[in-house]
């Protein structure tokens, strides 16, 4: 019996594999936790485990050289994510929105949700210990399954509910701003570093 598989959601890995860039963004996302007073300030009254500058910095790439290059090299994959998702954007190009650090600590969570207002999100991974968080991607038709049974422990990817995505240092992760994310609690000793973004 012919079968097709619909409604595919795209999710793009990749790494970009530059050990110095990799250093100097680490430097300059422990500089910022540590001189970003009015991002502790909301992280604290927000109870954020770590540090996030999203909510006091929105300059970054103008702040600091090496979150140019690194926004340079994200536009590149944002692109490529573009054209494989088949997004017609009447010939305009994607352009960055935001960008912003997390400095997660160990046991650290972000719970699910998605990013209004964009087209294209997603995570950069500077530092990642050993036992760090997934990312726990959602399918968007969770919630209208209502009586559907669980999928049986052999079900290929594409049809589990839940999809776990293992970040490294260097890893980029793109998906559609829609898709409902969060990162889970991990056992490492110490702190994770990931810049997100968005691109509208």
Not at 107 to 132: C, D, L, M, N
Request: hydrophobic share 40%.
């Amino acid at each position: 019996m012919p079968i097709r598989t619909l409604f595919a959601t795209p999710f793009y890995e990749d790494s970009i594999a530059d050990p110095a860039l990799l250093a100097e963004l680490e430097h300059s996302c422990r500089t910022l936790a540590q001189d970003d007073r009015a991002g502790r300030n909301w992280c604290k009254e927000n109870a954020y485990p770590g540090y996030t500058s999203y909510a006091s910095l929105n300059d970054l790439p103008m702040r600091d050289p090496v979150f140019a290059a690194l926004q340079r090299k994200i536009d590149a994959h944002v692109k490529r994510f573009a054209e494989a998702a088949f997004l017609d954007l009447g010939g305009r190009k994607l352009k960055q929105d935001s960008l912003w650090v997390n400095v997660l600590k160990p046991g650290g969570t972000h719970s699910g949700h998605i990013h209004p207002h964009s087209i294209v999100s997603g995570t950069f991974y500077v530092t990642v210990p050993e036992g760090a968080g997934r990312l726990k991607l959602e399918d968007p038709r969770l919630p209208l399954m209502m009586a559907a049974p669980p999928r049986s422990d052999d079900a290929p990817e594409e049809v589990r509910p839940f999809i776990y995505a293992q970040p490294a240092p260097g890893m980029i992760f793109l998906w559609e701003s829609w898709l409902r994310h969060e990162v889970q609690a991990g056992k490492a000793k110490s702190e994770r570093i990931s810049i997100s973004f968005n691109y509208r």
